[in-house]
């Protein structure tokens, strides 16, 4: 009788078959406003459960479909299909345009982050007002990120999730490169010195994190 009510405790705490974690993890981002990183959903997925390889399955069985389950920096989230983003055009209210200042800013933080506002001065060659930072700021397209151990101990500026987000990156390294930008058209002339990476077209610069962090305070 007792190995009975053993082995009934046992599978009352099993954790669900792999295919009924796909369910609850499918169930849980649909409900989600906001993208969900993994360890959120193991907090709420039964214990034993093995998140990271139910997203992967997740993620492949919605591959070619109209939403898929992107990555969103270290979080998931349902989203459109890229190439079907057209279709949501009629639907999206421009509700606030990025003056010059604004957008040179904002790409001068997600190719060099992280950055200080003297650094982001010296490549755009003109003081960067308090407006055009605020303004990214409240938009939560960048955020502070860590101090520099430099006198003075400068704030650095980052790029957010939401800013990936929006425009459907996984992380910055997915930022486009400049053949890319001049393609689309949106580098008529060259850009101002310093604005964007000076490697070659389409090629991605090694990327040395050698010692830097101790220019930066935790």
Do not use: C
Request: hydrophobic content about 40%.
């Amino acid at each position: 009788m007792s190995e009975d009510v053993e082995t009934k405790e046992k599978k009352l705490f099993d954790a669900p078959s792999l295919a009924e974690q796909e369910r609850m993890i499918e169930a849980v981002l649909f409900a989600s406003s906001e993208p969900i990183t993994l360890r959120e959903l193991e907090a709420r997925l039964p214990r034993g459960s093995d998140v990271g390889e139910a997203m992967a399955f997740l993620r492949h069985r919605y591959q070619g479909r109209g939403v898929q389950v992107m990555k969103v920096g270290d979080a998931y989230a349902f989203r459109t299909a890229p190439d079907l983003g057209f279709l949501m055009h009629r639907e999206t209210v421009e509700t606030r345009k990025l003056s010059r200042a604004a957008i040179e800013t904002l790409a001068i933080i997600a190719y060099h982050q992280p950055v200080t506002r003297a650094e982001i001065e010296e490549i755009r060659g003109v003081a960067v007002s308090r407006g055009t930072v605020d303004q990214l700021l409240e938009m939560e397209w960048i955020r502070f990120g860590r101090r520099k151990m430099t006198p003075g101990r400068p704030v650095t500026f980052v790029v957010t999730q939401e800013f990936l987000d929006h425009f459907g990156l996984e992380s910055a390294r997915d930022l486009p490169g400049l053949k890319e930008l001049r393609s689309a058209g949106l580098l008529e002339n060259r850009p101002p010195a310093g604005l964007l990476p000076t490697v070659g077209d389409g090629e991605d610069e090694p990327e040395t994190t050698e010692g830097q962090s101790e220019l930066f305070e935790d």
